[in-house]
Nanobody, 123 residues
Framework: QLQLVESGGGLVQPGGSLRLSCAASGFTLGYSAVGWFRQAPGKEREGVSCISSNGASKNYADSVKGRFTISRDNAKNTVHLQMNNLKPEDTAVYYC????????????????WGQGTQVTVSS
């Protein structure tokens, strides 16, 4: 009965910040790399950031480097994505997923997915 649940999305103005959280149940998230992915209307799902099981390896899409930070708290069975200086092009449904590798931050590499949380960046 493994589940991943995203939270923290919402509506923010350009330049604002959001902190997304991914909470796991039914399995130990600390045993798995975790990725954040996003999908905008009419576009394919893309990797945003991925982190290894122990947090030692992190990967970011070029479009979010310097603005987003991925982190994890294995004791709390959670992974977070701090998003700063948000831009309208960041608008998408954001998903967390487990079961892949931090070094391959692509949707097809991950097998366990949350339901997504909407992030809208608009003035």
């Amino acid at each position: 009965q493994l589940q991943l649940v995203e939270s923290g999305g919402g509506l923010v103005q350009p330049g604002g910040s959001l902190r997304l959280s991914c909470a796991a149940s039914g399995f130990t998230l600390g045993y798995s790399a975790v990725g954040w992915f996003r999908q905008a209307p009419g576009k394919e799902r893309e990797g945003v950031s991925c982190i290894s099981s122990n947090g030692a390896s992190k990967n970011y899409a070029d479009s979010v480097k310097g603005r987003f930070t991925i982190s994890r708290d294995n004791a709390k069975n959670t992974v977070h994505l701090q998003m700063n200086n948000l831009k309208p092009e960041d608008t998408a449904v954001y998903y967390c997923a487990a079961g892949g590798r931090a070094g391959f931050c692509h949707p097809e590499g991950y097998g366990h997915w949350g339901q997504g949380t909407q992030v809208t960046v608009s003035s």
